[in-house]
T-cell receptor, first 110, second 113 residues
Framework: QKEVEQNSGPLSVPEGAIASLNCTYS??????FFWYRQYSGKSPELIMF????GDKEDGRFTAQLNKASQYVSLLIRDSQPSDSATYLC??????????FGRGTSLIVHP | DTGVSQNPRHKITKRGQNVTFRCDPI?????LYWYRQTLGQGPEFLTY????????KSRLLSDRFSAERPKGSFSTLEIQRTEQGDSAMYLC???????????FGSGTRLTVV
């Protein structure tokens, strides 16, 4: 069974700090990896996706992928209170059907 | 096109009734997905369409659930004989090409009383 694991948190960081969110996946056939942000009561919103080993940066966000370790992470630099949300990690393989983790709750306190 | 549209936003129904939800994907997206999400959990896959073809269904999708996507445009998800365990947020997502990001609609929150 394909699984995506995330620590449910909450992860609490002070404003301006770097938040590091982690995710592991079980299916070695996974090819694409996604990070979504979900505010309470709202639907998931795509932050970024990554295919290749290494880092991918977009503004304050950096996704990191290590296929050998089956590990994906998301770094949020200069964290703001508005970043407080649940962050969902997802992985998809040849079927192009993403499997989601249960999400990590992030709290950025002033 | 402003994104993925789902209707209704909220639905309260009595146990045993049938309900139907609608999803209008982004127009150029040929892939459409239905997910279900309960509190504290990530979205769980229900079913997937490429154009009008339903390519995969989850084991979560019992015979009380049926989905259609006529003409490869909008999709409907019907739940027959609803049960309290069906209470959840039903999310629709669409995607333009293989493996690219999936855009979610606002969801339909179902409450079965």
């Amino acid at each position: 069974q394909k699984e995506v694991e995330q620590n449910s948190g909450p992860l609490s960081v002070p404003e301006g700090a770097i938040a590091s969110l982690n995710c592991t996946y079980s299916d070695r056939g996974s090819q694409s990896f996604f990070w979504y942000r979900q505010y309470s009561g709202k639907s998931p919103e795509l932050i970024m996706f990554i295919y290749s080993n290494g880092d991918k940066e977009d503004g304050r966000f950096t996704a990191q992928l290590n296929k050998a370790s089956q590990y994906v992470s998301l770094l949020i630099r200069d964290s703001q209170p508005s970043d407080s949300a649940t962050y969902l990690c997802a992985a998809s393989g040849g079927s192009y059907i993403p499997t989601f983790g249960r999400g990590t709750s992030l709290i950025v306190h002033p | 096109d402003t994104g993925v549209s789902q209707n209704p936003r909220h639905k309260i129904t009595k146990r045993g009734q049938n309900v139907t939800f609608r999803c209008d994907p982004i127009s150029e997206h040929n892939r459409l997905y239905w997910y279900r999400q309960t509190l504290g959990q990530g979205p769980e896959f229900l079913t997937y369409f490429q154009n009008e073809a339903q390519l995969e269904k989850s084991r979560l999708l019992s015979d009380r659930f049926s989905a259609e996507r006529p003409k490869g445009s909008f999709s409907t998800l019907e739940i027959q004989r609803t049960e309290q365990g069906d209470s959840a947020m039903y999310l629709c997502a669409s995607s333009p090409r293989q493996g690219e990001g999936y855009t979610f609609g606002s969801g339909t929150r179902l409450t079965v009383v």
